[in-house]
């Protein structure tokens, strides 16, 4: 069974950093690609960002040039390096991981900036 665990949420002032960190563990195999979702209330989930498995990134057009998406596969470890955070970045933040087989999802991270 693959479980995803996040961390790096918090409460951070607008302008400010934060990383959050995803660590997967369990039978992982034939990886398509993991991602970092967001879902603000009464919104529905979004992409942020994601990787493939041969390190191709793709970013939501608001978030381009702010946040960066790496991995560490000796780690099996998801990153989201987020700079520049503005209040509209303010939601619950999901990891995701695509392989051949299934879909996976953390429990979510809550990240609020204050303006």
């Known amino acids: 069974q693959v479980q995803l665990v996040e961390s790096g949420g918090g409460l951070v002032q607008a302008g400010g950093s934060l990383r959050l960190s995803c660590a997967a563990s369990?039978?992982?195999?034939?990886?398509?690609?993991m991602g970092w979702y967001r879902q603000a209330p009464g919104k529905q989930r979004e992409l942020v960002a994601d990787i493939t498995s041969g390190g191709s990134t793709n970013y939501r057009n608001s978030v381009k040039g702010r946040f960066t998406i790496s991995r560490d596969n000796t780690k099996n470890t998801l990153y989201l390096q987020m700079n520049s955070l503005k209040p509209e970045d303010t939601a619950v933040y999901y990891c995701?991981?695509?392989?051949?087989?299934?879909?996976?999802w953390g429990q979510g991270t809550q990240v609020t900036v204050s303006s």
């Open positions: 369990g039978r992982i195999s034939n990886i398509n690609y």
């Open positions: 995701n991981l695509d392989t051949a087989f299934s879909s996976y």
